[in-house]
């Protein structure tokens, strides 16, 4: 009768060690079966319930931080807007294939209006190294 009731006295204890660590059956197999060593094995078992907090905790830590990149690049996009581009005092007009040279801005846009250059007819863009549509422009 005393070695049952100081192995049930085991056994509980197993069983109390291991429902803390998430770790039931465990806790009642390992005890049953060796008592007393049963639990000091349950001691060394991994504490599931404390994995699981740390492991939710790590994914809110990381929903965070995903959270903050993107308000920190939004912040950046609105402080830097891109630069606007530039036009050159003058441009180099193309018409029919044919080079005009060099013109104002005021002097194609008056050229635009009478009808002397069409927005089919071509100006030389240095950022971009190419012919592009007075359209555009």
Same mark, same amino acid.
């Given at each position: 009768?005393?070695?049952?009731?100081?192995?049930?006295?085991?056994?509980?204890? +197993?069983?109390?060690?291991?429902?803390?660590?998430?770790?039931?059956?465990?806790?009642?197999?390992?005890?049953?079966?060796? +008592?007393?060593?049963?639990?000091?094995?349950?001691?060394?078992?991994?504490? %599931?319930?404390?994995?699981?907090?740390?492991?939710?905790?790590?994914?809110?830590?990381?929903?965070?931080?995903?959270?903050?990149?993107?308000?920190?690049? #939004?912040?950046?996009?609105?402080?830097?807007?891109?630069? #606007? %581009?530039?036009?050159p005092a003058r441009l180099r007009i193309a018409k029919n294939g044919?080079?005009?040279?060099?013109?104002?801005? +005021?002097?194609?846009?008056?050229?635009? %209006?009478?009808?002397?250059?069409? +927005?089919?007819?071509?100006?030389?863009?240095?950022?971009?190294?190419?012919?592009?549509?007075?359209?555009?422009?």
């Open positions: 009768m005393g070695l049952f009731l100081f192995w049930l006295i085991f056994l509980i204890a +197993g069983i109390l060690i291991g429902a803390q660590k998430g770790q039931l059956v465990s806790g009642i197999v390992w005890p049953f079966l060796f +008592g007393p060593l049963g639990v000091i094995i349950v001691l060394c078992l991994p504490n %599931k319930v404390a994995e699981a907090k740390e492991e939710a905790r790590n994914l809110q830590v990381q929903r965070q931080l995903l959270m903050q990149q993107q308000q920190l690049e #939004e912040l950046r996009r609105l402080n830097n807007p891109p630069p #606007e %581009k530039k036009q044919q080079d005009m040279g060099e013109m104002s801005i +005021g002097m194609v846009l008056t050229m635009l %209006k009478n009808k002397q250059l069409s +927005g089919e007819d071509l100006y030389f863009d240095p950022e971009t190294n190419e012919w592009l549509p007075l359209e555009g422009l």
